[in-house]
């Protein structure tokens, strides 16, 4: 297997190296992928009885079936340590997999745990159940319920670590316990990008799932990515793979390759959706994006700003559009700029997709809001 090395941070490290915007590279999917974890099997439980004031609530899952005595854990802060201190803690799911955490307005970062003893620092003991949610922040409004599933992984044994030459991490990327090959394996050196923008590596893993880098002694995020429908960039869709392991953030020491199997689930839109009722939209954002003529423009994806520059990263990403050009995102109440374009990550291409527009701090009209796009001149 091909071991891939990582200068250490500042040392030479060239400029364009392993760039990752917003976090979200992906791959080509491969024809003997594994089947993809279907919605939870049953009829789907009814809503918790409404109640006044705002917070998350929602359904936690393993493998398709709803999971009783789960934990939401809400932090202030992205990619929490052990030394963590949760800001609030629910009650643990019931017989049906439902939750409720009352939290007042804001962002928070969500982590569901199911263990033996106290939900935080989370022990990581074979069996317990962990998902740390890739679509944090969460946005609370007030006097609503922002809708938050989870797909849980079930923890296994922990593997030794690897005496070797140099040091880094080493180990397999799982799908529901089998091998997934051509996922992508993403290390950070911290969590203060929420994990988007610049990565320090992004490396592939070889058909079995496994991969191995070379690293500084040091501590890092290690997440793994794996997008079914191809191209580079985005957020993760329907049918992606994405997996954050309990152990972040993860210690590599001198000497040593410190072994991970990184468990992946998919995204959680059917559990979010479930109790979706008509008119009902806390902490959601739709529109649609479409060419000259109102032809849907497919595959493109709308990035949110909070400056009318529109540079850096941005607060938000939706996409790809659908078929019909329509895209959904979770969002805050604000005033953005936003940027529908073809690509992520650079300045515009000549030809490429691309349309602004202003969403007013009112918020969008009945029906979502619309965005003209058009092909980029160039410079």
Same mark, same amino acid.
């Given at each position: 297997?091909?071991?891939?090395?990582?200068?250490?941070?500042?040392?030479?490290?060239?400029?364009?190296?392993?760039?990752?915007?917003? +976090?979200?590279?992906? &791959?080509?999917?491969?024809?003997?992928? !594994?089947?993809? =974890? /279907?919605?939870?099997? @049953?009829? $789907?439980?009814?809503?918790?009885?409404?109640?006044?004031?705002?917070?998350?609530?929602g359904l936690a899952a393993l493998r398709g079936d709803f999971v009783s005595g789960v934990v939401v854990l809400a932090f202030g802060a992205p990619g929490p340590g052990p030394r963590a201190r949760p800001l609030a803690v629910s009650g643990g799911t019931d017989g049906s997999g439902r939750y409720r955490l009352s939290l007042k307005p804001g962002s928070y970062y969500l982590a569901?745990?199911?263990?033996?003893?106290?939900?935080?620092?989370?022990?990581?003991?074979?069996?317990?159940?962990?998902?740390?949610?890739?679509?944090?922040?969460?946005?609370?409004?007030?006097?609503?319920?922002?809708?938050? +599933?989870?797909?849980? &992984?079930?923890?296994?044994?922990?593997? !030794?670590?690897? =005496? /070797?030459?140099?040091? @880094?991490? $080493?180990?397999?990327?799982?799908?529901?316990?089998?091998?997934?090959?051509?996922?992508?394996?993403?290390?950070?050196?911290?969590?203060?990008?929420?994990?988007?923008?610049?990565?320090?590596?992004?490396?592939?893993?070889?058909?079995?799932?496994?991969?191995?880098?070379?690293?500084?002694?040091?501590?890092?995020?290690?997440?793994?990515?794996?997008?079914?429908?191809?191209?580079?960039?985005?957020?993760?869709?329907?049918?992606?793979?994405?997996?954050?392991?309990?152990?972040?953030?993860?210690?590599?020491?001198?000497?040593?390759?410190?072994?991970?199997?990184?468990?992946?689930?998919?995204?959680?839109?059917?559990?979010?959706?479930?109790?979706?009722?008509?008119?009902?939209?806390?902490?959601?954002?739709?529109?649609?994006?479409?060419?000259?003529? @109102?032809?849907?423009?497919?595959?493109?994806?709308?990035?949110?700003?909070?400056?009318?520059?529109?540079?850096?990263?941005?607060?938000?990403?939706?996409?790809?559009?659908?078929?019909?050009?329509?895209?959904?995102?979770?969002?805050?109440?604000?005033?953005?700029?936003?940027?529908?374009?073809?690509?992520?990550?650079?300045?515009?291409?000549?030809?490429?997709?691309?349309?602004?527009?202003?969403?007013?701090?009112?918020?969008?009209?009945a029906g979502g809001f619309r965005i003209g796009v058009s092909r980029f001149p160039g410079k």
């Open positions: 297997m091909k071991e891939h090395r990582l200068r250490h941070p500042g040392r030479g490290l060239p400029a364009k190296a392993l760039t990752l915007l917003l +976090g979200l590279l992906a &791959v080509l999917v491969l024809p003997d992928a !594994p089947a993809v =974890a /279907g919605p939870p099997s @049953g009829p $789907a439980p009814p809503p918790l009885p409404a109640i006044a004031g705002s917070g998350v609530e569901a745990v199911k263990t033996a003893g106290a939900p935080w620092p989370f022990p990581a003991a074979k069996g317990d159940l962990f998902c740390y949610y890739l679509g944090n922040p969460i946005v609370v409004e007030s006097g609503k319920m922002t809708r938050v +599933g989870f797909n849980m &992984v079930r923890i296994g044994n922990a593997p !030794p670590p690897i =005496a /070797g030459e140099g040091a @880094g991490i $080493a180990g397999q990327v799982l799908f529901e316990g089998k091998p997934l090959g051509r996922a992508y394996v993403h290390v950070y050196r911290d969590a203060a990008s929420n994990f988007r923008g610049m990565g320090l590596a992004a490396v592939p893993t070889a058909e079995d799932g496994r991969f191995r880098i070379k690293l500084p002694p040091g501590s890092y995020y290690v997440l793994a990515r794996k997008r079914r429908g191809g191209g580079m960039y985005g957020p993760p869709g329907k049918d992606d793979y994405i997996g954050y392991p309990p152990g972040n953030p993860v210690a590599v020491r001198p000497g040593a390759f410190t072994s991970l199997l990184l468990e992946t689930t998919t995204r959680v839109d059917l559990l979010e959706e479930i109790w979706s009722r008509e008119g009902e939209s806390a902490g959601w954002f739709e529109g649609q994006v479409t060419e000259s003529g @109102g032809k849907p423009a497919a595959g493109l994806y709308v990035l949110f700003y909070t400056d009318s520059a529109m540079s850096g990263t941005p607060a938000f990403v939706a996409g790809p559009t659908d078929d019909e050009g329509r895209f959904r995102v979770r969002a805050a109440a604000g005033k953005f700029h936003l940027l529908a374009r073809s690509n992520l990550g650079g300045p515009l291409e000549a030809g490429e997709w691309y349309g602004t527009a202003l969403l007013d701090a009112g918020g969008a009209p």
